[in-house]
């Protein structure tokens, strides 16, 4: 089991950046993917970015280039660096784990752009 909890959400202008973290509660060494999801408002959660064990990373094609997650397996951390951004990111941002047969998620954090 691990409890995730996300931090550095908040109100932006367009064409600003943020940095979402999200600490997880036991080592990530083990867990091979973990991943950042978004949900809009009336819209369905979607996959944003995800990152293996060995440090690929994957992006949905909206962010690509203006995105980039990392993970910190000493402190049980991963990141989302969000560059350039726009007022369609505006959502809640949900760190995501999956081990073994469960998926893990946190509370998510609003990250809202807007001038």
């Known amino acids: 089991q691990v409890q995730l909890v996300e931090s550095g959400g908040g109100l932006v202008q367009p064409g600003g950046s943020l940095r979402l973290s999200c600490a997880a509660s036991?080592?990530?060494?083990?867990?091979?993917?973990m991943a950042w999801y978004r949900q809009a408002p009336g819209k369905q959660r979607e996959l944003v970015a995800r990152i293996t064990g060995d440090g690929t990373t994957d992006y949905t094609d909206s962010v690509k280039g203006r995105f980039a997650m990392s993970r910190d397996n000493a402190k049980n951390t991963v990141y989302l660096q969000m560059n350039s951004l726009k007022p369609e990111d505006t959502a809640v941002y949900y760190c995501n784990a999956v081990v073994g047969s469960f998926a893990y998620w946190g509370q998510g954090t609003q990250v809202t752009v807007s001038s």
């Open positions: 036991r080592s990530i060494f083990s867990i091979n993917a």
